[in-house]
Nanobody
């Protein structure tokens, strides 16, 4: 089994920063993509940022220039640095990893940005 443990969520004011971290453990080998998704109340879960095993990244248009995703392959961790947060970034953020064709998810961490 694979377990993902997230940390770093919280309540901040608009313009402030947060850093989310996710550590994967268990039967892990050859992680392909690592990423972060989010789900706001009443909305579908959406991709925030993704980083491939080779380091290529892609971001949602709404977070480009403000968020940065990074990974440490030796430690099986992925992080999301979120700067200049906006109220519309408020959501539950989920860590995701893909091993071959199987997706694994974290339990989610709440990010709330007040105006």
């Amino acid at each position: 089994q694979v377990q993902l443990v997230e940390s770093g969520g919280g309540l901040v004011q608009a313009g402030e920063s947060l850093r989310l971290s996710c550590a994967a453990s268990g039967r892990i080998f050859n992680i392909n993509d690592m990423g972060w998704y989010r789900q706001a109340p009443g909305k579908q879960r959406e991709l925030v940022a993704r980083i491939r095993s080779g380091g290529n990244t892609n971001y949602a248009e709404s977070v480009k220039g403000r968020f940065t995703i990074s990974r440490d392959n030796a430690k099986n961790t992925v992080a999301l640095q979120m700067n200049t947060l906006k109220p519309e970034d408020t959501a539950v953020y989920y860590c995701n990893i893909r091993i071959i064709t199987t997706d694994y998810w974290g339990q989610g961490t709440q990010v709330t940005v007040s105006s």
